[in-house]
T-cell receptor, first 112, second 112 residues
């Protein structure tokens, strides 16, 4: 099946940029997603990118997609303490219909 | 507009019992998916339903079953509960199965 990998932890200072990375194995994914999960809560859809795009910007968020290397990244500009959470990337593998595959999540800690 | 709503928010059961979890999708969404999230891991796909038909099933035992009703709400049933079923159960809805999924806050199930 599809394999989605992320680094487990990231720590940044408030005001700096954060970059969260993700690699995936299925080259035929149509959409790739970023979700945010705060303690005790469900997943909040942050942004997503269509597979024929290289970049998508949405306010403080920038998503970069390198299809050749199967690498997805999420950049958060001017990171705030409220951005501290777990971030998941997800994609849908073509051979399993619309099943979402999630990474293990990256725990972002923002230091004041 | 109301988001995805799940009930109950918390549930405590003992081994061998049965549990039913409920989900109401965002108005207009016809697809519902269920995920299991064990502490420290990303969500794992259990089922997807679209227009009351099962469209996908993850690698879970037959003790897990689900259904979708004419109003697009859904139930997840788990029989013969095991300690390992303790997890956060997340429901997500989308316009159709291939569109971005929006998550509820989940049901925290604890098995004693």
């Amino acid at each position: 099946g599809e394999d989605v990998e992320q680094s487990l932890f990231l720590s940044v200072r408030e005001g700096d940029s954060s970059v969260i990375n993700c690699t995936y194995t299925d080259s035929s994914s149509t959409y790739l997603y970023w979700y945010k999960q705060e303690p005790g809560a469900g997943l909040q859809l942050l942004t997503y990118i269509f597979s024929n795009m290289d970049m998508k910007q949405d306010q403080r968020l920038t998503v970069l997609l390198n299809k050749k290397d199967k690498h997805l990244s999420l950049r958060i500009a001017d990171t705030q303490t409220g951005d501290s959470a777990i971030y998941f990337c997800a994609d849908t593998a073509s051979n399993t219909g619309n099943q979402f595959y999630f990474g293990t999540g990256t725990s972002l800690t923002v230091i004041p | 507009d109301a988001g995805v709503t799940q009930s109950p928010t918390h549930l405590i059961k003992t081994r061998g019992q049965h549990v039913t979890l409920r989900c109401s999708p965002i108005s207009g969404h016809k697809s519902v998916s269920w995920y299991q999230q064990v502490l420290g891991q990303g969500p794992q796909f259990i089922f997807q339903y679209y227009e009351k038909e099962e469209r996908g099933r993850g690698n879970f035992p037959d003790r897990f079953s689900a259904r979708q009703f004419p109003n697009y709400s859904s139930e997840l049933n788990v029989n013969a509960l095991l300690l390992g079923d303790s997890a956060l159960y997340l429901c997500a809805s989308s316009l159709s199965g291939s569109q971005p999924q929006h998550f509820g806050d989940g049901t925290r199930l604890s098995i004693l």
